[in-house]
Nanobody
Framework: VQLQAFGGGLVQAGASLRLSCTFSERFFSNYVMGWFRQAPGNERNFIAAMVGNGATTRYADSVKGRFTISRDNGKKTVYLDLNSLEPEDTAVYYC??????????????????WGQGTQVTVSS
C-alpha cells in the first residue's frame, strides 16, 4: 500500500487549505484513514480519522470545528479541510491507513501505512 499526501503550502493566519491523500490499492473502503501532524521537536499527533464508510469520525480537540476529514472511496482519496488556520497549525501533515480497525484509533503505532507528509506553514 502506498499513500501520497499533497496540498500543503505557506498561508497566512485565517486562511484555508485542503490536503489530499491518495491510496494505491484496492479495497480502500476497508481501511480507517487518519491524519496526523508533527511539528519540529514534537511527537506525531493525531488530528482526525474516519472509518471506511464515513459513518464515524473523530477529531483532536485542538482542531474541532476548524478541520474536516472526508473521503471519496471511488477515488480512493481522503481529504482534510483546514480552515481558520493558526500559526500553531504549522507542521508536516501525514495521512495514514489502518487495515485492522473497525473503529477510529488515535495512536500512530496503530496505523499500518503512512504517506510521505506535506508541509503546512501558517504565518502570523
Amino acid at each position: 500500500v502506498q499513500l501520497q499526501a499533497f496540498g500543503g503550502g505557506l498561508v497566512q493566519a485565517g486562511a484555508s487549505l485542503r490536503l489530499s491523500c491518495t491510496f494505491s490499492e484496492r479495497f480502500f473502503s476497508n481501511y480507517v484513514m487518519g491524519w496526523f501532524r508533527q511539528a519540529p521537536g514534537n511527537e506525531r499527533n493525531f488530528i482526525a480519522a474516519m472509518v471506511g464508510n464515513g459513518a464515524t469520525t473523530r477529531y483532536a480537540d485542538s482542531v474541532k470545528g476548524r478541520f474536516t476529514i472526508s473521503r471519496d472511496n471511488g477515488k480512493k482519496t481522503v481529504y482534510l479541510d483546514l480552515n481558520s488556520l493558526e500559526p500553531e497549525d504549522t507542521a508536516v501533515y501525514y495521512c495514514a491507513a489502518d487495515a485492522t480497525a473497525l473503529r477510529v484509533r488515535d495512536q500512530p503505532h496503530e496505523y499500518d501505512y503512512w504517506g510521505q507528509g506535506t508541509q503546512v506553514t501558517v504565518s502570523s
